[in-house]
């Protein structure tokens, strides 16, 4: 067999020998290496820049940064095309698409012969978490994206000195493997032209979680692409987390130091573009407090040896939804993107080489080329930008960012928030009486679907502890791994666990809690109750805030509203717990008694409410 130019190689052998079987079956151009380099970030920026996928914006304005538009159908994840092919049906449980996984293989091995003809196979060595890690998580993602590759470069850490690590200690590894499937030659033998944003109609987010393997065919978009984010850290992890005694969750971590000095690290877990990295990058709006980011999509927590649990952020960048951005619902994502180094995909780029969207500034540009790459101005019906187009930014370029991001042993957790999108129904905020009953809340959890994902947006479902795309096992299982970090902890040193929303709205449709830098005062309740300085009232769905705990000083949102926000209503309770019923009955006799347990006795409450 003829050799394809190389550059770069390893001493791994196991690794060399797979890189070598997939490039003689996608047959790309030639292979290289990502090194991680200045350098080579240099060229692979500007070969995008050729291919005109990204174009370079001005460097007054986002220094060295570029604008890319994908291809108007590969914009989000597609929840519907993603598969969990574990060997036993049951495994992947009923909430993830299944197939066997040499089926699977048979379908796809197919697509990828020949699918990089005309393009190079680029091999991406990085490490999901620290490299000092006790244990690092390491992984290899090979693509046919020079997009992929830059973003990877920003989300994760990556190259040479990560792969140096994993030739040392002949490490285990995930492997990714990802084509847009678009080759650049015909079935008869001729050249095709390439595009701006190449893919394809055939998508497949596929993993094997028994044998560590990632495919992925079709799509060059975020979570579908950067193999390392979702696929590996939430849906590989949370399988390697079950068999390992930890965590992975689809949580942010935030360092908050009240003005008494007090130091509380909080993980929240929100469904996609529910608040995450918003909530990661708060600045308090009350006096004193002070907020530090750790992580804003991604924690792997697990027991540290004085019995409490540690979250580290296993991600190198932010990957933020852009649309609501701006200088007054979060400022520090504006400071950190207006130092550069960043990719910004499907927002609208201004005349003099910068980006908009809708929410970054109250005033419309007069004028933009929007994200179908057409003329736009204020008059125009359409949104600028895609309502999941994304900034990707160096998470060391967040000025608030907290010390303790770098510390491989991860940060204590005082608190763990669970919340969605609810116009009604949850209020504002609500503590969880135990772990058990914590899981159970957690396993309930519900949202309105937003455009992270394809397909409908607004529709109310379940997405239990905000991991219903992302869980790489059984739920049932998941929330028995649940149940069961409860057990092995003194329950004095586990996290309190709190239900928030943010997004409960009045009769007219506006929300009733203004939310952003003002969250913090429900933060600030929640260290009251950490520290034990307040009471909380029982209901039937767990612990409330009394009304005076709720910090409003200077806030501008009326007392009717907050009281709005704040209720508990008996009847939209009667009305959820048919449909948390219908959710349970999914997991028939699997679904722990624990669970059951809960809901008979959140029943029970409610009717004698
Ligand atoms: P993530 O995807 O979970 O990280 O969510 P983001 O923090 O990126 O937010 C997604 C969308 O929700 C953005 O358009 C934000 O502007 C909006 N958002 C975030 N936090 C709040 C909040 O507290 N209140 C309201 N009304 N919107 C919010
Ligand atoms: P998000 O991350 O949670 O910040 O939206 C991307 C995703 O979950 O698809
Ligand atoms: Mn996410
Ligand atoms: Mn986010």
Redesign the pocket.
């Known amino acids: 067999m003829q050799e394809i130019k190389t550059t770069g190689g390893t001493t791994h052998k196991e690794l060399d020998a797979w890189v070598k079987e997939v490039a003689a079956h996608v047959r790309p151009d030639e292979v290289v290496w990502i090194d991680g380099s200045d350098e080579e970030n240099e060229r692979i920026n500007n070969l995008l820049v050729e291919a005109g996928t990204f174009t370079k914006l001005a460097e007054d304005k986002k220094p060295n940064s570029y604008h890319a538009l994908s291809d108007p159908q590969d914009v989000a994840r597609v929840e519907d095309q993603t598969y969990i092919c574990s060997t036993e049906e049951k495994d992947a449980g009923p909430t993830n698409n299944w197939m066997d996984p040499e089926q699977m293989k048979a379908k796809l091995w197919p697509l990828f012969e020949g699918s990089m003809q005309g393009r190079t196979m680029y091999v991406i060595p990085f490490v999901m978490g620290h490299l000092e890690a006790e244990d690092p998580k390491f992984g290899v993602e090979i693509t046919d994206s020079a997009y992929v590759v830059a973003s990877m470069r920003i989300m994760a850490r990556i190259g040479r000195k990560i792969l140096s690590r994993m030739e040392e200690t002949d490490a285990v590894y995930v492997k990714g493997l990802h084509s847009v499937g678009a080759p650049l030659v015909a079935e008869d033998g001729q050249d095709v032209r390439d595009v701006p944003w190449p893919c394809n109609e055939t998508k497949y987010i596929v993993h094997f979680p028994e044998e560590l393997a990632i495919w992925s065919y079709g799509s060059g978009y975020g979570g579908n692409a950067l193999l390392g984010k979702k696929c590996y850290a939430l849906r590989i992890a949370s399988v390697m987390a079950r068999d390992e005694g930890w965590m992975a969750e689809h949580m942010l971590i935030l360092k908050l130091t009240s003005p008494e000095g007090e130091v509380h690290y909080i993980a929240g877990a ?10 990661a990058m708060i600045e308090p709006t009350i006096p004193g407090w002070k907020a530090e980011l750790v992580g ?2 991604i924690s792997w927590m697990r027991f540290g040896p004085d019995g409490r649990l540690y979250a580290v952020n296993p991600e190198f960048g932010l990957f ?2 852009a ?3 701006g200088r007054d ?2 400022p520090v994502a504006i400071e950190t993107i207006e130092q550069g180094n960043s990719i910004f995909t499907n927002v609208a780029r201004t005349p003099d080489g910068d980006v908009w969207w809708e ?1 970054m500034t109250q005033e419309k540009p007069a004028e933009l080329i929007d994200w179908h790459g057409q003329k736009w101005t204020p008059d125009s019906d359409q949104l600028s930008s895609h309502p999941n187009s994304r900034f990707c930014t160096p998470i060391n370029q967040v000025p608030n960012i907290a010390a303790e991001y770098e510390d491989p042993r991860g940060v204590p957790i005082s608190a763990i928030m669970f919340g969605g999108r609810r116009k009604t129904t949850v209020p504002l905020v609500t503590e969880s009486r135990d772990w058990q009953h914590a899981t159970f809340i957690a396993s309930t959890l519900s949202s309105e679907t937003t455009a ?1 994902a394809t397909g409908a947006v607004g529709v109310v479902r379940r997405d239990p502890m905000a991991m219903l795309p992302f869980m790489g096992y059984n739920a049932s299982d998941y929330f028995a791994h649940w149940l069961q970090i409860g057990k092995q902890a003194d329950a004095a040193k586990l996290p309190k666990v709190f239900l928030v929303n ?2 409960r709205r009045d009769e007219d449709g506006g ?1 009733l809690w203004p ?2 830098g003002e ?1 913090s005062r429900v933060l600030k309740w929640m260290v009251d109750r950490i520290e034990g300085r307040v009471d909380a009232q029982e209901s039937p769905i767990g612990l409330l805030p009394m009304p005076q705990d709720i910090d409003t000083d200077g806030l501008d949102t009326s007392t009717e509203d907050v009281t709005k926000a704040l209720a508990f209503d008996p009847e939209e309770w009667r009305a959820e717990l048919p449909l948390i019923r219908d959710w349970f009955d999914k997991f028939g006799a699997d679904l722990p008694g624990a669970l059951e347990d809960e809901l008979a006795t959140l029943e029970q409450r409610l009717t004698e409410e």
């Open positions: 929100f469904p996609s573009a529910c608040g995450k990295t918003n909530l804003d999509d933020g939804v649309p609501g951005t619902t979060n929410g992270a943010w997004f929300f939310g952003f969250n």
